[in-house]
């Protein structure tokens, strides 16, 4: 009540009530995934399946092998072969196992992916009711974006997690994989998160139509994932396609990710690539909580 009569003689909001607001509203976003098991089963099937099925198929290891390699009337020794095709692997994407390379490109796809949901939230409170009564309260308007945010992060880094550990169960190396790797690793995949579902929440004030809102995520995500180097290193890709993969933020997480998690040299410093996706994060969360404050109106 005191909370109350603040906002009504004043217009502020105290710090306090704020990050209270802010909790509030983050639990409660929470609780319909985290006491929904189903869901987050059904969340984690498509980057399992890219791993399992399309890391493990593609063995480029074993194309240079003596079972794979093998030429009528050319005897070239298991040992050769086996040299040739480390040399190869090891030139083209850094590492010997291109299934570990791909699996630090999932997590990227699970933060990815996870974010695009972050603006369905406020599309579906808004045609539901809840963000009109919402709207009524003295809750300050940039907790209600900031808590989708953050719902959609933690609910992001919770399946990364998840995806490393059936990584490592399914193979992914384990030579390079320490404490700092990880916090580095999930440090990067934060950022990521964070500006996405920033861009996504960004998108979903500005409409109130759930079908618009999925389309135009799902026309941003793919191309976000194909034109970064989830599947293939940039110096494999056309000319036209570096450029743009070396703006994109996903690339930035999955290089960050990659050096702390299997030993591969970085295209950049680390800490640029850290200032990189900083600025990402927070130019794109500073851009959706002003904008919260012309387009959610009590």
């Known amino acids: ?33 985290y006491l929904a098991p189903a869901i987050l089963i059904l969340s984690l099937i498509q980057p399992v399946v890219w791993l399992g099925l399309f890391g493990k198929a593609f063995n480029f290891g074993s194309i240079f092998t003596s079972s794979s390699f093998n030429i009528p009337g050319l005897s070239i020794p298991k040992s050769v072969l086996d040299s040739l ?5 090891t030139q083209t994407f850094g590492t ?10 999932m997590l990227a796809f699970i933060v990815l992916f996870t974010s695009m949901f972050s603006g369905m939230s406020v599309v579906w409170d808004r045609r539901f009711g809840f963000l009109d009564k919402l709207l009524t309260t003295p809750v300050p308007r940039g907790s209600i974006v900031l808590s989708k945010i953050l719902n959609s992060v933690i609910r992001a880094l919770i399946q990364a997690a998840v ?3 059936i990584a490592v169960l399914l193979g992914m190396s384990l030579s390079h994989i320490s404490v700092v790797g990880v ?35 799902n026309l941003l995500n793919l191309p976000l994932l194909f034109t970064s180097n989830a599947f293939f290193p940039v110096s494999a ?34 800490a640029y690539e850290f200032l990189y996706l900083g600025v990402f994060a ?10 919260s404050w012309r387009l959610l109106k009590g």
């Open 1 to 33: 009540m005191r909370n109350r009569e603040v906002y009504r003689t004043t217009g502020k909001i105290s710090l306090p009530h704020f990050f209270r607001s802010l909790w509030s509203l983050t639990n409660r976003d929470l609780k319909k995934w």
């Open 85 to 89: 095709g480390n040399t190869l692997l």
């Open 96 to 105: 010997t196992s291109y299934f570990s390379f791909l699996a630090v490109g």
């Open 163 to 165: 995806v490393l550990v």
């Open 183 to 217: 916090l580095i690793t999930f440090g990067a995949l934060f950022l990521l998160a964070f500006g996405m579902s920033s861009l996504f929440v960004l998108l979903a004030l500005h409409s109130k139509d759930w079908q618009s809102v999925t389309a135009i995520a």
């Open 237 to 270: 890709m056309p000319s036209w396609l570096r450029v743009i993969a070396n703006v994109n933020p996903v690339s930035f997480a999955i290089d960050i990710g990659r050096n702390a998690l299997i030993g591969i040299p970085s295209t950049m410093p680390i």
């Open 282 to 291: 927070v130019a794109l969360g500073v851009i959706s909580i002003i904008l």
